[in-house]
């Protein structure tokens, strides 16, 4: 079985575009990041929620300490101010690498061996520097009860 079989088109990101347009192209296409392309046209990393909200709304002391925050603690006294502040950021402020990515012809058990190595749930397949789209652990296992005969 092959990458081609599973991946879910779906947009990418490029200079000058907003977090909030990578948000939306995410929600769209059912996906938890896209592919950014550099304005040479190459793939050349990826953005998704994850990144943002963590790098963009979660300073480094709170992460640390989640297991043992109450629930009166706020460290943003205007939060929505702070959320369209990261909204209107540009996505290059949360650009990830590596990108992990395939081809359409790899087969999907390599392409479980890469999400497994960059402990992810998620990869771009490109042929060539074309985009194609994306394959996320969930599309597998959704195909996995397909072969099994449920929907």
Do not use: W
């Not at 909200?53 to 929505?80: F, K």
């Not at 909204?87 to 992990?100: A, F, K």
């Not at 479980?112 to 190595?117: F, S, V």
């Amino acid at each position: 079985m092959q990458l081609n079989e599973i991946l879910i088109p779906s947009g990418v990101v490029t200079d000058g575009m907003k977090v909030r347009d990578a948000f939306r192209l995410c929600l769209e296409a059912n996906v938890p990041a896209v592919p950014y392309i550099d304005s040479s046209g190459r793939p050349a990393g990826f953005i998704s929620y994850d990144g943002v909200m963590h790098r963009g709304c979660l300073p480094n002391y709170i992460v640390d300490m989640a297991t043992v925050l109450g629930n009166q603690l706020s460290c943003v006294n205007d939060a929505e101010a702070k959320i369209r502040e990261v909204l209107d950021s540009p996505v290059n402020e949360y650009i990830n690498t590596p990108l992990r990515t395939l081809s359409s012809d790899s087969l999907l058990i390599k392409g479980l061996a890469i999400l497994e190595k960059f402990s992810s749930s998620y990869l771009f397949v490109f042929d060539g520097e074309v985009y194609r789209g994306v394959v996320t652990s969930q599309a597998i296992a959704h195909h996995m009860l397909q072969i099994d005969g449920e929907n």
